[in-house]
């Protein structure tokens, strides 16, 4: 069926609600009367015809039609919106537990390093001594690879110095993962500082390894 004319349809029933009511108003027993005598009556026919010619089975049949179409269409959004109603919920809900964890790991953190910088200052308040025949150095920067790399690096400090250094079981300590000090140095770069010494530079040192 081609497409309908919405418009044409609207203006013929306007038309034609006026001609209805006067056939509704004639004598009952007068539903033999003529094209004529309708019009006689004041009944206009041509608005009749016109409307019955638009309205017509097939145009009933095509609006039911859409209609049904719309209702799905209506039904399928209503679904959509629906899953969209879900999934912005579990969103939300999602976002508020990753909120809530991420509270408790800032306060864990938190709390990880206060008390890490209570325990920090509380080793630098302490007054520590060498013990006779050991130097006390301050290392920094090495996991894993880097304690061969600390090893290297005391060694060169205690040497710029002008102090031997003896390990205590030969060079182990600068083997202590397997790797090449000198190359654990480069990649990790720690440092070490001479914080007292309490042996003659004539005597040599030895370094206990840990």
Known sequence: MSEINYQALREAAERAIPAMERLLMLPADDDLLSEQELKDYGV????????KF????????????ERERNQQYIKRRDQENEDI????????VELEEAKSKLNEQREYYEGVISDGSKRIAELEAREIKP???E????????????????AGEIEIAMKA????????????EKRMTGAD??????MYKPT??????????AAGIRIKGE
């Open 161 to 172: 110095i002008g102090v031997p250094v003896k390990w205590t079981n030969g060079d182990a």
């Open 44 to 51: 206009d026919i041509d608005a009749l015809n016109a409307f």
């Open 85 to 92: 109603a879900l999934t912005v919920g579990k969103l939300r």
């Open 54 to 65: 638009l309205a017509g089975p097939e145009t009933v049949l095509a609006l039911l039609d």
């Open 192 to 201: 070490v500082r001479i914080v007292e010494v309490n042996v003659p530079r």
């Open 181 to 186: 000090w000198l190359t654990a140095i480069e």
């Open 131 to 133: 013990a006779k025949g």
């Open 135 to 150: 130097v006390l150095v301050v290392v920094s920067g090495f996991t894993g690879c880097g304690k061969s790399a600390i």
